[in-house]
């Protein structure tokens, strides 16, 4: 019954769901979401072809509100809390996120969405997993990779910095841009080979449907006899999402966000362990649905962005719709495809 899509790759048949990413070293093609907060789940298929072109779907526009975890003058609050954080020298740089919910029917079908969201925001690493036995049921537009491995050799293309074009970016994004660049070239380091680790792009820039991004770009050769389990424990959660210094970024993220953040700013894609390849997207511009405590069905979407000493809390609310915006008014029938 499940299923996972992938560009050029459908895979069918589950034969296996496991929560060890250490699953990863044994072979077969497998579907994998990692949530935020680093739940894993890994999901083994028996099939992979080549999948169908997408026809139109029948999705029905959702005309209600958007609910969201942090308000306008909360996420504001928030902003100002962490430049006081960066001034009093905890942290520099911390991504500040909000969750957005509207009302899902239970016959609401996330499959007939997807080609709405494939032809309206056209995404290099999007992705569809609906494994219902797994609780898996969303759909990515993610234009960042996380993770892209190719046998030794390993790459993360971090994106920092977003604007409308690339005229209008401020000195803030290039600078949110390098710390987060030495801090994932920092983390490959902990299981690249002495030496082989370097950034090979920084802050290009990247246009995406009405946006562009700054992408660096920073790879390794990985080191002898290491697995999935130690890529992921010195790479996860993705830098650009988390902030700089990580670990007093995730302090800071615990204590002003009020609600788990789920899929979105984990990791999402495949991995190919007979073939020792894998493409995981950094899971941003990614729907999926969920019950909450009385079994009502919810939609949601994450949005965010990353707040350091230059943040203005104004431009940094605008920048959370900005990054909203198109997926969003896709999904409500405010933007046709």
Known sequence: MGYARFGSRLARDVVEISHDVQCLDKGGFWAVVVTFEGDVTCVRFATVTDPQPLLPGDWEPLTGDWSTSLDETSYRSGVTQIRDRIAAGEVYQACLCRIMSHPLTDDADLATLEPLVAQGNPAPHAGRIYVPEAGLDLLSASPEAFLIRHGGRIESRPIKGTATTLSAMLVKDYAENVMIADLVRNDLSAVCRPGTVSVDALCAPEDH????????????????????????????????????????????IADLETVPRGPYCGAIGWVDADANEAELAVGIRTFWADRDATAQRWLRFGTGGAITWGSDPGQEWAETELKAARLIGLASGRLEP
């Open 209 to 252: 449907p009405g946006l562009t991004h700054l992408v660096t770009t920073v790879s390794g050769e990985l080191r002898s006899g290491v697995g999935w389990p130690e890529i992921m424990a010195a790479t996860f959660p993705p830098g650009s999402v988390s902030g700089a210094p990580k670990s007093s970024a995730l302090r800071v």
